[in-house]
């Protein structure tokens, strides 16, 4: 029984800010079950079932019935934007307004591992989402099988991909957060709308898709529906999954430098 | 903790310029001085949080920007505005905290009680922090410091927003740490408070030291024994009518202070000249007075 204050190891220090953040959650999980998981069961029933009963299966949904080819798109969009949520507002509020981050930044704890422990928290929180969408979708009959599990894998990567460098952005803000007004109706939802979750990117104007390319939702999509439907292919699993990784590397090396210019003032 | 031209510099902006320090281990020490003056800055690197820009500094042996986590791991830091979750309740913003510093949870737990009995709010244990009043979040402030029995506690004015009741019980409480031998320092603009805890205090202005002794030594060697307040009407006051009845005198808005050995003889002197305040008071010199003499201001502005 450790009595004596000391410097924790740094994945123990990362993992005491997550435990710091999860005593919070506890406590207010209520309010973002409805848009973290209802959400996007909402959408799945709505578009998978409602408007999918007009969609006949075909080559454009890999010979699904719409349901099953939207569900695991579903799962990596509604990730990336409980990501995009949990990377915004609550980093900026410990800045500015709760201010926790100064409080844990003068303990042992260094500005470096609260960034691991914040990014570890937010996959964990997805992470908690994602299974519950997954548990509603499989009840509905909307999953194919088990290759599914692996979805959930790229899910996580991708929203974690997205969700980096907007916390290193987030960083940098001192207003009230209206720039975040701008990443989601200019970023995430476009990126929702057209990166592929819903209908395939090929039926987009050919200028547009290399845009459509840039973002981490429609490399995650190709991938979430090819683990789920068993159509894996070695070189373009590798691509998407370079992209991801590079994305979230640089992310989070921009998140460490943000808040140490932040908070080491 | 030892300084030796230590500096902040905030972009073009020099808030420290060059400052020479040594607390000794068991030490209560002050730090007076104007909005502005750059004691909280100072304070911010000496608990490795903020990093120097120039010159030497030392905490419990150690360099803060190569040993910052090692050195936190000993501090207790008290900051000038208060850094709860506002979300959590008073229990839980103890116990995150503890376990920051790799305490265990039973340890935290038990540590946590003591904490709220000595901050007088057990009763509001369970309750969230977001509700408290300004002088209940303060004190628990002042109890997260605590959690991990620092050898060195910082506290940048501890008692500002708490009522007199409140500020002492924390005097008291301070005291008590001081005597187990636990470093303090302090910023403050209460007088009182500096005389009451400290056993040796500077005086900052603008960035730099201008004094520096035990409060009674800086009495002594920039103020006089007594001093004369007169304090006239609005606007009829007139400092050249008593410039040579005191060593020296200060005008307040409201009032004229007279610095001399013996106050009631300079009172005596005015009423023989004519002169009427509305009322008058001999009293002994304080900080306030060494304060205003070095600063040009007075401590609560
Ligand atoms: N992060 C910062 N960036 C730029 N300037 C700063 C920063 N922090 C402090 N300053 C400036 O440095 C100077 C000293 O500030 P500091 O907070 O150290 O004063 P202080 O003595 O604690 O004053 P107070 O009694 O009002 O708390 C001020 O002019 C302040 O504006
Ligand atoms: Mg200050």
Redesign the pocket.
Known sequence: MAITAHVPSPPRAAWLVVEGLWTWYRRNWRSSVVSSVLQPVLYLVALGFGFGSQVRAGAATEGLPYVQYLAPALLVASATQTAAFESTYPVLSAFKWQRTYLGVTATPITSGQLVAGQLTWIVLRLGFSAVAFLLVAALLGALTGPGVLLSLVFALLTAMAFAAPVVAYAATIDSEGQQFNVVFRFIVMPMTMFAGTFFPVEQLPAWVRPLVWLTPLWHGTELSRAAAFGSMELLPTLGHLAYLVALLGVGAHLARRTFLRRLA? | MHARDLAKR??D?E??KGIDLDVRPGEAFGFL???????????RMVACVSPRTGGELTVLGMDPLAQGPRIRARLGVVP?QDNLDSELTVRENLHVYGRYFGLSRAHVRAKAVELLEFAQLSDRADDQVEPLSGGMKRRLTIARSLINEPELLLL??PTTGLDPQARHLLWDRLFRLKQQGVTLIV?T?YMDEAEQLCDRLVV?DA?RIVAEGSPAELIAQYSTREVLELRFAPGTQDVAAVADLASRVEELPDRLLLYTADGEAALAAAHARGITPLSSLVRRSTLEDVFLRLTGRTLVD
Do not use: L
Not at chain 2, 33 to 43: D, E, H, L, V
């Open positions: 003032v | 905030f972009g902006f808030a420290v001085g104007p909005n502005g003056a750059g004691k909280s800055s100072t304070m000038q940048d004015e910023t603009h900052m960035g």
